[in-house]
């Protein structure tokens, strides 16, 4: 079994390409370890005009990455200046601003995967992957 997180578009894509390192969400967790990345099938069309200058793909209702989950910060002033520094456009305006007011979470190590689809659930949830594929 696997942990998943599952993320609306187009941040999920934006975490799978490696422009985004941190995900917004108003609870904390304490856990640490390898986590999937699942696109959700639920679409910000606000962000996705803002981010079409990146050209990536979004698909929807599928895992399409794994990563750490390195760590789960509380959002402060200070990081969301850093953040907004290091990049402006994917940190910055957003409809995903409502998680600025509780916690980041730390997302390193990131790499794409061959899409598995599969609906998703809130918070951290569970997949099996066993009869899946390989490349997870």
Same mark, same amino acid.
């Given at each position: 079994m696997r942990k998943v997180i599952t993320i609306k578009q187009p941040f999920a894509s934006l975490i799978a390409a490696g422009l985004k390192e941190y995900e917004f969400r108003t609870w904390k967790?304490?856990? =640490?370890?390898? /986590?999937? /990345?699942?696109?959700?099938k639920s679409i910000d069309k606000v962000a996705m005009k803002k981010f079409e200058c990146? =050209?990536?793909d979004y698909p929807t209702g599928c895992i399409i990455a794994k990563a750490e989950l390195t760590d789960c910060v509380p959002?402060?002033?200070?990081?969301?200046?850093?953040? =907004?520094?290091k990049n402006f456009l994917v940190y910055s305006g957003t409809t995903e601003?409502?998680?600025w007011n509780g916690y980041g979470f730390k997302l390193e190590?990131?790499?794409?995967?061959?899409?598995?689809?599969?609906?998703?659930?809130?918070?951290l949830w569970e997949y099996n992957l066993a009869d899946v594929s390989n490349n997870i």
């Open positions: 967790t304490n856990y =640490r370890g390898e /986590i999937l /990345i699942h696109a959700g990146f =050209r990536l959002v402060t002033e200070n990081m969301k200046g850093e953040l =907004r520094e601003n409502v998680g190590n990131v790499e794409t995967v061959e899409p598995v689809f599969v609906n998703g659930m809130l918070g």
